[in-house]
């Protein structure tokens, strides 16, 4: 190797090794920033009760039962049209053109603002429902549509077509082979699928604020999805930009932190138990 390949190889390395420590540095600071003003914020009064108006109290547990209620209903809607339609994708349509329209309509989707969507939203959902979490599940159903989609297709080109062509050969129908071999195969990245749209869902702000509203209101599941209600996310910017509560507002984006934790490790976690499951 010549002295000029051999200082172009370690000048690469460097500016490799600062690229990592850059990228580490940056993502270490915004979360210990974001731990350090928001953790001393958090309290079981904070976390357990609504706001009160004429206290001045803030309480956070209408946004964390609305956060929960627009994931269930997002996730009802969105993971039989995506897992659906990735089925019919891969094991049902023979036209190839078709597919790869359908297939770059869905790449599209993924890359439309936020903030479009929340329009659409109000003009298609909302001024038939009303401002209320069903027009925002319905709205966060389509975002994260493509993401279902697209994880359950590339899963179920993993499984080997020999399995397919087994279980025909022994007789089984379509169906029955999709779901008792194919499905069971690839179930891995369907549930990683479901976790990341988990975490999609839980930062999203700017579609909600169009659909969902900026109430602070306790309801019950289904008197939830018919009511205006605020997500931490939609809270957290209502806090901050509205009222200028900004410890609250720490303190909603330190449980968020949290919670984006939780789901990745989760994904991951059960990526590596299906993986060790299919090898044995």
Request: charged residues 10%.
């Amino acid at each position: 190797m010549t002295r000029k390949r051999t200082m172009y190889v370690w000048a690469m390395r460097v500016l490799l090794w600062l690229a990592t420590l850059l990228t580490a540095s940056l993502t270490l600071f915004l979360v210990g920033y974001v731990l350090l003003r928001g953790v001393p914020n958090l309290s079981w009064e904070f976390i357990s009760t609504k706001p009160s108006y004429l206290s001045g109290g803030i309480g956070i547990l209408p946004d964390i039962l609305n956060t929960v209620y627009i994931v269930i209903a997002t996730l009802l809607i969105v993971i039989p049209l995506g897992v659906g339609a990735a089925v019919y994708l891969t094991e049902y349509a023979t036209n190839q053109k078709v597919v790869g329209i359908i297939e770059y309509a869905a790449e599209a989707l993924s890359g439309i603002p936020s903030i479009i969507y929340g329009l659409v939203g109000m003009l298609m959902f909302s001024n038939h429902f009303g401002t209320c979490l069903l027009a925002g599940a319905l709205t966060l159903a389509i975002m994260n549509l493509p993401t279902i989609m697209r994880n359950t297709q590339e899963s179920l080109k993993t499984v080997p077509q020999s399995y397919r062509e087994g279980a025909f050969g022994l007789g089984a129908g379509k169906w029955r082979v999709i779901r008792t071999v194919v499905l069971p195969n690839c179930i891995d990245g369907v549930i990683t699928g479901c976790i990341l749209s988990v975490g999609r869902i839980l930062g999203e702000s700017a579609a909600l604020l169009f659909t969902a509203g900026f109430a602070h209101s306790l309801n019950g599941f289904f008197e939830g999805l018919s009511s205006a209600g605020a997500t931490l996310t939609v809270a957290m910017y209502v806090y901050a930009k509205e009222q200028g509560e900004f410890g609250a507002a720490f303190g909603i984006a330190a449980i968020l932190m949290v919670l984006a934790f939780g789901i990745n490790l989760t994904a991951t976690a059960v990526a590596k138990h299906f993986q060790r499951r299919n090898t044995i």
